[in-house]
């Protein structure tokens, strides 16, 4: 099996993609690969856009927007 397909299973499998399986796969997919790898990633997506995978980027991107907010929150009624 393909590296990509390999990455993909593990997310689908666990309902997570790290951070690292994500720089692995774009790193992966700038390179040739099969039809079925293709179709994996699609799939991944899917699963990702429709809640069955997590994203660990988007995790944390959120939680820094939530603290950003929360700090300027603070910092509006302290004013």
């Known amino acids: 099996m393909s ?8 997310a689908l499998t666990t309902g997570y993609l790290t951070i690292e399986a994500e ?5 992966l997919l700038v390179t040739k690969y099969e039809w079925e790898d293709f179709k ?3 799939r991944l997506q899917q699963e990702a856009m429709e809640g069955r995978v997590r994203q660990q ?3 944390l991107l959120h939680a820094r927007q939530l603290a950003c907010g929360n700090f300027n929150e ?3 009624i302290a004013s």
Do not use: K, N
């Not at 720089?23 to 790193?27: A, D, H, P």
């Open 74 to 76: 603070e910092v509006a």
């Open 3 to 10: 590296r990509i397909r390999e990455i993909v299973q593990h």
């Open 23 to 27: 720089e692995q796969l774009r790193q």
């Open 40 to 42: 994996a990633f699609i």
């Open 57 to 59: 980027s988007r995790e």
